[in-house]
């Protein structure tokens, strides 16, 4: 099986960075996803990381621990479009298809 | 532009009714997939498709049913045997199985039982 926890509220303010912690247990791992996703909207797809490091797409950084099953999200200069949820998500392989299974979502509140 | 059309936006049920929820993608993606998300919770995978004429269970697949006639739609039918159908639905895809690394999402039918 394959579960995924991350904190379920994190509040910022405009302009400071925060950090969105995931970690994961699951029956061969194959990457590690962000998706955004604001109040009745579709998810967005933000980053991968298949390899342990950090991968960074302008203000939005992510990085991944593959011996720790740990990776994190981290969005700096933050801006009040920003608030949404953000959930981890990783590619699990089953009946020799691999599908991804996202965690609970972590719901940032920025404020001005 | 390419991109995933769920319809209908906003959907009501009636107890013992079947409805059906469209998903239609020009991407010409292989993989298409229906999650279902509730409130304040993450997104549980209902029933995938590799490719047409082939679809497979997710987590929690009962009371739901599918089908993949073409490449383009994967319409999901909720019916009476779902026993808590109120809930947002999520219709993505992706290129291939397993390959690529983001899912283009449509933008959700929200469903009520009422």
């Known amino acids: 099986g394959q579960s995924l926890e991350q904190p379920s509220e994190v509040t910022a303010v405009e302009g400071a960075i925060v ?16 998706y955004q996703q604001h109040d009745g909207g579709a998810p ?7 390899l342990d490091g950090l991968e960074e797409t302008g203000r939005f950084s992510s990085f991944l621990s593959r011996s720790d099953s740990y990776g994190y999200l981290l969005l700096q200069e933050l801006q009040m479009k920003d608030s949404a949820s953000y959930f981890c998500a990783v590619r699990d392989r089953g009946t020799g298809f691999q599908k991804l299974v996202f965690g609970t979502g972590t719901r940032l509140l920025v404020s001005p | 532009d390419g991109g995933i059309t ?5 959907l009501f049920r009636k ?3 079947n409805v059906t929820l ?3 993608q020009n991407l010409n993606h292989d993989a298409m997939y229906w999650y279902r998300q509730d409130p304040g919770q ?14 497979q269970k997710g987590d929690i697949a009962e009371g ?4 993949r006639e073409k490449k383009e739609s994967f319409p999901l039918t909720v019916t009476s045997a779902q026993k808590n159908p109120t809930a947002f639905y999520l219709c993505a895809s ?8 983001g899912y283009t999402f449509g933008s959700g039918t929200r469903l009520t039982v009422v």
Do not use: H, M
């Open chain 1, 19 to 34: 950090q969105i912690n995931c970690t994961y247990q699951t029956s061969g791992f194959y990457g590690l996803s962000w």
């Open chain 1, 44 to 50: 967005t797809f933000l980053s991968y990381n298949a």
């Open chain 2, 6 to 10: 769920q319809s209908p936006k906003y």
């Open chain 2, 15 to 17: 107890e013992g009714q």
């Open chain 2, 22 to 24: 469209s998903c239609e």
């Open chain 2, 42 to 55: 993450g997104l549980r995978l209902i029933y995938y498709s590799q490719i047409v004429n082939d679809f």
């Open chain 2, 64 to 67: 739901y049913s599918v089908s």
């Open chain 2, 94 to 101: 992706s290129t291939r199985p397993g390959q690529g690394v």
